[in-house]
């Protein structure tokens, strides 16, 4: 008998019930138990028949990056930006959109529509309206975007059966985008009232025959007695049938616009202060282990040419803040320091002045607030080097200083002085001593190693920056672009050696005596690979994993069933600084024609004479017309050296040097990425 009934109360999420009179009077109320929260006593389902309204209410992150913008604009200029006041006609914004420079833009950020805006090149409000309706799968899938982008470039006609087509469908170059178009198409066109074409679109959506059956025999008769054929009536049914499932709230997708405006807005006119207000949203739940959203944000300040200054005691505040047109880098974003920490030092240094010294920071601060784990961390991000002595000393010096800081708080706490104190109740200079151990500085090795841990990026230099041209010239790809490659596919990436952990098998395979493998991170400029390199191969190439070793490895994609994650399988390694002995298989040159003239093949033809070797050339050249020719270059045999590849790279520029190399044994080329079959070839001297 009870099987069935309801055993316990349950809170569903479903929305904010609205009405216009007190609730109890519609639905009975109860008190989440050890909650302040009032729920309905009905399911949501109940609460919908009975008339009610339920209204979502949607946190965005983004309001809060367009809130603090503003205030970071008030503290560096006086004046508080009105939003809403935002033009939106504005052509330099516009430009930003066009150009896919969407990082950090509301709902614009993903490569994807990153494409659309560049192919679009949106001019008007309504075109940044219609991406965020056009950018899903459905419309995607549909043609609708391509439809949309053709017309409005004029490469296409839109066509329309009816006025009422063409007016409804306008702003849209005659695609079907919105809910309330279809709508006002199934009212205007077919007479069916509003209500019933909201019922009708929802119907198409869910497949319900019998109501499509019966909305699309009212919608013919009205269509004709509006001027269609019986057959024109139902092909533009056969339209909303097919787009109607795709058909995105309009309203909805405007205030999303809205925002999207605003934010670039902001980006485009107050760059600084946006970036700033940008990497302070992204504090919370930082991954220290891979790339993550604040890095990213952090190079494109670096790309839009805005200075993120190291963290520093002494000029940071939690959040990311501006001052001299540079945003100083927040203290709660470093690992294991935290907003509590991080406000109790901007807190301090507010109150009384800048700290001294090493014993002076730990000296005045709280230990139960900023421990010693957030003081290495600090230490290790060189956000204590403007407190004198090198990263190492700093580092050694932490626990004698915060033993002297705990007895000075102590004596604080408890109302006694030091025989030495000064009127002012600062301790005198002998009662702190500022002196550090006298211990060698941090390697730069161990410096940015350091920097990495606690920040997520190399502040001063990557240990690979001096090898980019190299690792361009020769890797099939990066970590970045691993998720696209399939399981198996083979590649060749260089990187660092990190986290390296070794361990055994619990026996050899069959015809092995090894057992021992290893298994570490890879990691270049854009992130880290986990990888594994198994007991064959490790007795080979062993010696080059080395931790924070720079090595070019070659191997292929695992991933294992029902996963993402994307693990690298070693099979060759060599460390960077052979890279000049692997034997070449062939180069390749890309000429882009509008950014290489006739001045740089003559330069290119000079430079090939000068290095004359037996490793073939090819030539890759891209044409303005989106032609792609490859040329083999057969009477240009050149030598691979270190002096060719600099030549080669500061005269064609990045991206259009790739060399196919030989690794222990197995040719593996890295091959420039493919456009659009090419129209013509030809063979050359």
């Known amino acids: 008998r009870i099987e069935g009934l309801a055993r316990n109360v349950g809170t569903h999420a479903a929305a904010v019930v609205i009405a216009d009179r007190p609730l109890v009077e519609y639905v009975p109320l109860c008190r989440v138990t050890g909650k302040e929260e009032v729920i309905t006593q009905w399911a949501m389902g109940d609460v919908e028949r009975a008339g009610l309204m339920k209204m979502d209410f949607l946190g965005l992150r983004y309001l809060t990056v367009v809130a603090k913008t503003l205030d970071i604009i008030k503290a560096t200029t006086g004046t508080r930006p009105d939003p809403f006041a935002f033009p939106l006609d504005d052509e330099a914004t516009f430009a930003t959109l066009c150009r896919g420079e969407t990082k950090g833009i509301f709902q614009l950020e993903s490569g994807g ?13 309504l075109d940044i309206v219609a991406v965020n309706a056009l950018y899903r ?39 079907m985008v919105y809910q309330e178009q279809v709508m006002r198409i199934l009212e205007r066109l077919g007479g069916i009232e509003l209500s019933s074409a909201y019922t009708c679109i929802k119907a198409i959506s869910k497949k319900k025959l019998e109501i499509i059956a019966a909305f699309r025999e009212q919608f013919v008769s009205g269509a004709q007695a509006k001027g269609l054929t019986k057959q024109q009536a139902a092909e533009v049914f056969a339209l909303i049938e ?11 997708s405007t205030a999303y616009a809205l925002l999207a405006w605003q934010t670039a807005y902001l980006k485009t006119h107050h760059a600084t202060e946006f970036m700033a207000a940008l990497l302070s949203g992204d504090i919370t739940g930082r991954n220290f282990k891979k790339k993550d959203a604040l890095v990213e944000h952090i190079e494109d300040c670096r790309r839009m040419g805005i200075e993120v200054a190291p963290p520093d005691v002494n000029a940071s505040a939690a959040d990311f803040t501006v001052a001299d047109g540079r945003i100083l880098f927040g203290l709660s974003a470093i690992k294991g320091c935290g907003a509590q920490a991080a406000e109790a030092i901007q807190a301090e240094r507010e ?103 606690v920040l997520g990026y190399y502040v001063h230099s990557h240990p690979l920056a001096e090898h980019q041209q190299l690792l361009e010239a020769i890797c099939t790809h990066g970590t970045a672009g691993l998720s696209g490659v399939p399981a198996k596919g083979e590649v060749v990436i260089g990187g660092l050696v990190a986290a390296l952990k070794l361990s055994n098998t619990k026996q050899p395979r069959p015809g092995s005596t090894h057992t021992r493998y290893g298994m570490f991170d890879l990691e270049d400029m854009d992130g880290l690979v986990r990888s594994i390199c198994w007991p064959e191969d490790f007795a080979r190439l062993g010696e080059h ?125 890295s091959q420039p990425r493919r456009s659009p079959p090419a129209r013509a070839a030809m063979a050359a001297g």
């Not at 459905?138 to 087509?165: A, C, I, Q, S, T």
């Not at 709280?366 to 002595?389: F, H, Q, R, W």
């Not at 730069?444 to 990495?452: H, P, T, V």
Request: with cysteine.
């Open 545 to 669: 994993l080395e931790p924070d070793a720079v090595v070019i490895v070659a191997g292929s994609i695992d991933r294992r069933a029902g996963s993402e994650e994307t693990n690298l399988i070693v099979n060759e390694a060599v460390p960077i600084a052979r890279a000049w002995e692997l034997p070449a298989k062939h180069l390749t040159l890309k000429i882009v024609e509008g950014r290489h003239d006739e001045q740089t093949l003559d330069r290119l033809a000079a430079i090939l004479t000068e290095h004359p070797g037996k490793v073939p050339l090819r030539l890759v050249i891209d044409t303005t017309d989106g032609m792609r020719v490859l040329m083999e270059a057969d009477r240009h045999a050149i030598a691979w050296s270190p002096g060719l590849a600099a030549a080669l790279g500061d005269l064609l520029g990045p991206g259009c040097l790739r060399a196919g190399l030989s690794l222990g044994g197995r040719r593996r080329e």
């Open 137 to 175: 799968p459905g419309p995607l899938e549909g043609g609708m975007v391509d439809e949309y982008v053709n017309v409005k470039h004029g490469r296409k006609r839109p066509e329309f059966l009816h006025p009422v087509m063409e007016e409804v469908l306008g702003e849209t170059h005659g695609v």
């Open 242 to 252: 097919k787009f109607a499932g795709y058909g995105f709230n309009k309203s909805h």
């Open 351 to 453: 109150k009384a002045g800048p700290f001294r010294d090493l014993h002076d920071f730990c000296g005045r601060l709280d230990p139960s607030l900023v421990n010693k784990t957030a003081i290495e961390n600090l230490a290790k991000a060189g956000a204590l080097d403007s407190l004198g002595g090198h990263r190492g000393q700093l580092l050694a010096g932490i626990e004698r200083a915060m033993a002297a800081g705990a007895s000075q708080l102590a004596d604080r706490k408890s109302g006694q002085k030091s025989l030495f104190d000064t009127a002012d109740d600062e301790p005198a200079a002998e009662e702190v001593p500022s002196g550090l151990p006298d211990v060698p500085p941090l390697a730069d090795i161990d410096m940015r190693s350091g920097e990495k841990e």
């Open 113 to 125: 529509i990153r494409d659309l805006l560049q192919r679009m090149k949106p001019d008007q409000f």
